[in-house]
């Protein structure tokens, strides 16, 4: 209770300090295929500019010869290094680990390459790079290095003064006056300059952490209220960030030296944004898809949720390829939440939930179908692959046919009860599928889309939401960040509805697990 009303004091903005594409949950999944290889991609993120990455890459099936990872950035205009060979992990047999030093910040992808008797292929994992946090220097190297330090400062103002009072006199002579005289001015010329050599370090050191602090990950303001006058009444999300509002203005960059290099958004799964709102106890959920004219108030109508405090989060992809998930709060007051039977939504795939989770690991859906949650009973364990997997079953039990949700199988939202986490997931895994196209249709010479006149085609944006083959089972690679209570809200469509069902999950630590 004292951290969930810590939380709500600071607010849910502060939060994003972790976050870049989701909330809370920095590392990047990856399901799918690398040519004839089926692969499970986990990134994990250093946090840090530049920093290391650890890439994880389990196959299926035939055991490849070799895999290897590279890392691009958006707007390279050079050569990319050499890519790694990733090696066996430890007591493994199907999972390859690599690392990877990550240079720049910004929009980035890794590049997977699978290869053995089955032929090769390549699959793409779009990663935002962003400073999260600094790395603190430990108190007790601190005290061993001045300690060095000052021991190497007296020697070397000892050894001068040596030299310059006995280093040209005879052997047994004593120092006269003058050469003891000059050696306290080599002495004390000496401090000086080491002071300024000194002086000048940690100068410069200072302004590379200051200028490391400005650049660290700050999330784009925003901010979410009800226009309850309109009927129906409507969500209004708007993104109060400078940069983003005057993003064109070159001229108010430049008297502010700032710098507004967003490139416009890009439909992921066919929609500009995606809008969720969680009421503080879980007990409701609405995806929202709203509209915009300006890219900068976007407009929904407010589902018949409960009156309540709600967390916002707002999934955005811009052309570079650069995903974030922007955090605010909306109360929907008594009366502004509309009726359910006129309620006429925004856009057809908008949907919304109310009540709690299933005790069990089945729920009841609609027309008679359920779903259930499949797999080990085994405790989820922070920071290892939680194996979230759902059967949706007709009345009879056998699988029910599902038909395609924005151009995946399903879609599944993960909460944190406190709100620390929050993750958009798809079968494909925690990455923007926008992004990953972004990476995988560039050309030679390509830097950032549109920059350079170059933007996505329908096509493109066709191949984007390529609709999969639709079956009753559907799964989602993940890892839990912490553990924690957690919601996952799972939403497949049947004959044009869309269906969720809520499922709460405990995870535990890998220290408790250990015990």
């Not at 502060?14 to 909330?23: D, G, P």
């Not at 503080?280 to 900068?296: K, N």
Request: contains cysteine; charged residues 15%; proline residues 6%.
């Amino acid at each position: 209770m004292k951290l969930q009303s810590l939380l709500r004091n600071l607010g849910l903005t502060s939060l994003c300090v972790i976050l870049s594409a989701h909330v809370g949950s920095p590392d990047a999944w990856f399901e799918g295929n690398a040519g004839p290889y089926k692969v499970t991609i986990q990134v994990q993120m250093p946090g840090v500019v530049p920093g290391v990455a650890q890439i994880f890459v389990r196959t299926a099936g035939d055991k490849p010869d070799r895999v290897t990872v590279v890392a691009n950035k958006f707007d390279a205009t050079g050569g990319a290094p050499p890519p790694e060979v990733a090696t066996p992990l430890e007591n493994s047999s199907d999972t390859y680990v690599a690392r990877l030093w990550l240079m720049a910040a910004g929009s980035n992808s890794i590049t997977v390459e699978v290869s053995g008797a089955k032929g090769s292929g390549k699959a793409v994992v779009p990663v935002v790079n962003v400073p999260m946090r600094r790395l603190e220097f430990d108190p007790r190297l601190a005290i061993g290095l001045s300690g060095i330090g000052l021991f190497l400062f007296v020697g070397m103002v000892t050894i001068i003064g040596a030299a310059v009072r006995e280093g040209t006199l005879p052997a047994g002579e004593l120092p006269s006056f003058a050469n003891r005289s000059r050696a306290r001015l080599a002495m004390i010329g000496t401090s000086i300059g080491l002071a300024l050599i000194l002086f000048g370090g940690w100068s410069w050191w200072s302004s590379v952490d200051s200028q490391y602090r400005r650049n660290l990950f700050k999330p784009i303001a925003s901010k979410a209220e009800i226009v309850s006058t309109s009927v129906p009444p409507m969500v209004v999300f708007s993104v109060t960030d400078s940069d983003w509002v005057h993003r064109g203005d070159s001229a108010w960059a430049r008297a502010r030296q700032r710098r507004t290099s967003w490139t416009p958004l890009v439909e992921d799964h066919g929609k500009l944004m995606h809008l969720f709102l969680i009421r503080d106890d879980m007990g409701a959920f609405a995806h929202l898809h709203p509209t915009t004219s300006d890219s900068i108030a976007f407009e929904s109508t407010l589902p018949p949720v409960p009156p309540g405090r709600y967390r916002v989060f707002s999934d955005v992809v811009v052309e570079s390829g650069y995903a974030q998930t922007m955090v605010t709060t909306l109360t929907v007051g008594q009366g502004a939440n509309g009726d359910a039977t006129k309620t006429q939504l925004t856009d057809p795939d908008d949907s919304w939930f109310t009540g709690g989770a299933a005790n069990t690991r089945s729920t009841m859906l609609a027309d008679g179908l359920s779903m259930r949650r499949v797999g080990t009973a085994a405790p989820i364990v922070a920071g290892r692959e939680a194996g979230l997997r759902f059967e949706v079953l007709n009345a009879d039990g056998t699988p029910a046919t599902l038909e395609p949700y924005m151009g995946m199988a399903a879609h599944a939202v993960v909460a944190k009860d406190d709100g620390s986490v929050f993750v958009h997931l798809h079968p494909m895994g925690t990455i923007s599928m926008a992004s990953q196209m972004t990476f995988s249709l560039r050309q030679p010479g390509d830097t950032i889309f549109g920059r350079l006149g170059r933007r996505l085609s329908a096509a493109e944006h066709s191949a984007m939401n390529a609709t999969p083959a639709a079956t009753g089972s559907v799964g989602f690679p993940y890892a839990f960040p912490k553990p924690g209570k957690y919601r996952i809200w799972v939403q497949v469509r049947r004959e044009g509805r869309i269906l969720t069902g809520a499922f709460d999950i405990h995870v535990i630590s890998g220290v408790k697990s250990a015990e």
